[in-house]
């Protein structure tokens, strides 16, 4: 009974999370740049119930294995406004936070903020830095009447960067990124093609996502039945005279 008890509890662990992942995925459908979350599940471990039958092998229920960021096509759309950068393939923008942490977005809606040097300098929406190919800040180069001196000059400047595997870097929150042993080591590529002046939208697909928001609510009715069901059998048992 409490292996079952135990299996169903598991199942609605993460089935609770996978609600969570696929509710997030809709909440940011208008997030720029924003990749779609799949949580990724495995069977827990299994025993063996009677050593002369080593086949009969119980089950423990599931958990969440991984998130996969999944890089589904998306598409553009034209702003004309010269800090805004899209990339066209499965690069990340490099931004740096006031720590000096280094993390990676799809979001090129940047903007210009000075610091107590006088200096501008580029800086993502939340207020990081962004990082050049070397990884150094953005220094906005200023004509003497106040203007931007280049705008075509300062879209080189942005860097551009890859992973060895796109697909195991680590989603952290705030549409940031950040580098694990799966996804590898990260290079700049000034290869990949930048866009100035469009931004890339969420790839978020709305009905896919209610698709499966809809079949994990309904496996997570599942298990909660298997608990329940459970508990009413143990409970029968501890009954029995």
Partial sequence: MNIAFH???SAMIAQAQALSIYGNNIANINTTGYQTIRPSFADCLYS???????????????YIQKTDVMFNESHFYYTDRPLDFAIAGEGFFAVQDRYGDVNYTRDGAFAMTQADTGEWYLVSDSGEYVLDYNGNRIVVPFNEDGTVADFDELAGMVGVFEFENPYGIEA???????????????????????????????????SDQMIKLIE????YQISSRVVTTSDEFTRIANNLR
């Fill in 7 to 9: 299996t169903g509890k």
């Fill in 48 to 62: 063996v119930q009677r050593r002369t039958e080593a086949d009969w092998q119980t089950g423990h229920g599931t």
């Fill in 172 to 206: 952290i929150g705030t549409n940031r990124y950040a580098a694990t042993d799966r996804s590898g080591a990260v290079t700049a590529n000034e290869n990949l093609d930048k866009l100035q002046g469009v931004l890339i939208v969420s790839n978020v697909e709305l």
């Fill in 216 to 219: 994990t609510q309904r496996s």
